[in-house]
């Protein structure tokens, strides 16, 4: 089992930077990828990025590729998100989700937090 919290959300301008943080609890973090989902009002949630824990392994949306980065901690546990020339439609909510690696599924998720760019 993994808990996940996620924090770092804000307010920013567009091509503005922001870091959303994912705290993942658990003695078996390492079993897991972490991905993160955003989801925009009224629209369907999507995949933004996600990391293999023991690997390292990343991978992204085309819509985030080069202006993202997805990273861990291992000394903290935390799953770090790092999003530059933010755009207005990168406005959404955030959630750290967590899939163990044999699955292919996500069903463990934190609770979001909100990241709205200004034009």
């Known amino acids: 089992q993994v808990q996940l919290v996620e924090s770092g959300g804000g307010l920013v301008q567009a091509g503005g930077s922001l870091r959303l943080s994912c705290a993942a609890s658990?003695?078996?973090?390492?079993?897991?990828?972490i991905g993160w989902f955003r989801q925009a009002p009224g629209k369907e949630r999507e995949f933004v990025a996600a990391?293999?824990?023991?690997?390292?392994?990343?991978n992204y949306a085309e819509s985030v590729k080069d202006r993202f980065t997805i990273s861990r901690n291992n000394a903290e546990n935390t799953v770090l998100l790092q999003m530059n020339s933010l755009k207005a439609e990168d406005t959404a909510v955030y959630y750290c989700?967590?899939?163990?690696?044999?699955?292919?599924?996500?069903?463990?998720w934190g609770q979001g937090t909100q990241v709205t760019v200004s034009s």
């Open positions: 658990g003695r078996t973090v390492s079993r897991y990828v």
């Open positions: 990391i293999t824990w023991s690997s390292g392994n990343t």
């Open positions: 989700a967590a899939r163990l690696v044999i699955v292919t599924s996500y069903n463990h």
